[in-house]
């Protein structure tokens, strides 16, 4: 009879512990973020940066490509990072909280006369079977859009995947896109 007690524990502590585990290991297999952030200038001299972040598993990969004049002078740059625990949570953590798991769309346009710098940001993300695209296109000029919470969230995560890259690689900056 004690041994079927102690079997009967042993299960018990065994099914308790998948328990815990699964839901994290489960929320880290179904998690994939993929981020662009496009900073334009239309001129006589047009030219662009795209800044991409890609997650998954492990890893953070990042890329920085520019278009237009004086391209060929910046050749693409492409890093790969390793996330922690911890930096999985809080990315997870952002996407919730902010409300980024969801699609919407935000534009505005420029105003008549404006000089031509403008901003695109792209969230693409997945999280436990739920999906989200966040698109935000607006002239670097569009003050007012700093006080909208889906631009707020997708600001503050954007920062946290440069806080991830910035361990190991603090020449990697974030430029603030309203100006």
Not at 29 to 52: G, P, Q
Request: glycine fraction near 4%.
């Amino acid at each position: 009879m004690q041994v079927s007690l102690f079997r009967l524990a042993r299960y018990v502590s065994l099914a308790a512990l998948c328990l815990v585990i699964t839901p994290a290991a489960f929320a880290q297999k179904d998690f994939a973020l993929n981020v662009s952030v496009t900073t334009s200038e239309h001129s006589r001299d047009s030219s662009s940066t795209t800044k991409t972040f890609r997650v998954s598993a492990n890893t953070l990969w990042y890329e920085e490509t520019y278009q237009g004049a004086r391209a060929s002078r910046h050749p693409t740059l492409k890093k790969e990072y390793e996330l922690t625990a911890d930096d999985r949570a809080k990315l997870v953590e952002l996407l919730k909280d902010k409300s980024l798991l969801r699609t919407k769309t935000i534009a505005k346009s420029a105003e008549p006369g404006a000089p031509g710098r403008d901003f695109e940001i792209s969230i693409t993300a997945r999280l436990n079977g739920k999906r989200g695209l966040i698109s935000i296109k607006a002239p670097r000029s569009a003050i007012a859009l700093k006080a909208d919470p889906l631009y707020q969230g997708s600001v503050l995560l954007i920062g946290e995947l440069y806080r991830i890259i910035n361990r190991t690689d603090p020449d990697i900056t974030f430029d603030e896109l309203i100006k």
